[in-house]
């Protein structure tokens, strides 16, 4: 299962911490103006304050830590694909566990445990989504009968020789 789409590896990298920074970005802002809307003091004015102001300081931390957890994914993810020498959903579900066992490391072993557990789980339910999704559409495009062609539905042939000299 090749995705023809992807960047190659080095760009990769920058191309998922962007990609992970945009989506965490705008996730977190959109969370957070609700948050911000709702703990603000009562009024329009305060709650459309408080939210922007929600967003302002939030969003942008949110979008870090979403690229910093799309960088080491991806980092961890071309470092299979170079060891391995193959690109397959086992590198995803891997680099799931090891970047979830890397970012909880602070925490200590058994965070570290339930981390790459978590990420590992989240990575192989993912991917097998996306296996199944494929298998489905695949089988959609088998069911379609092949285009034959109907004499009926094709224009009169002209059997006769064009006028000229010979």
Known sequence: MEEYSREPCPWRIVDDCGGAFTMGAIGGGLFQSIRGFRNAPKGVRHRLKGS???????APQIGGSFAV???LFSTIDCGLVRLRGKEDPWN???SGALTGAVLASRSGPLAMVGSAMMGGILLALIEGFGILLNRY??????NLSPITEDSSQLPPENHTQPVGNH
Do not use: C, E, Y
Request: glycine share 10%; hydrophobic share 40%; charged share 10%.
């Open 92 to 94: 995803s579900i891997t």
């Open 137 to 142: 559409t695949a089988q959609q495009f088998q």
């Open 52 to 58: 922007a102001n929600a967003v302002r300081v939030r």
């Open 69 to 71: 957890w799309g960088g």
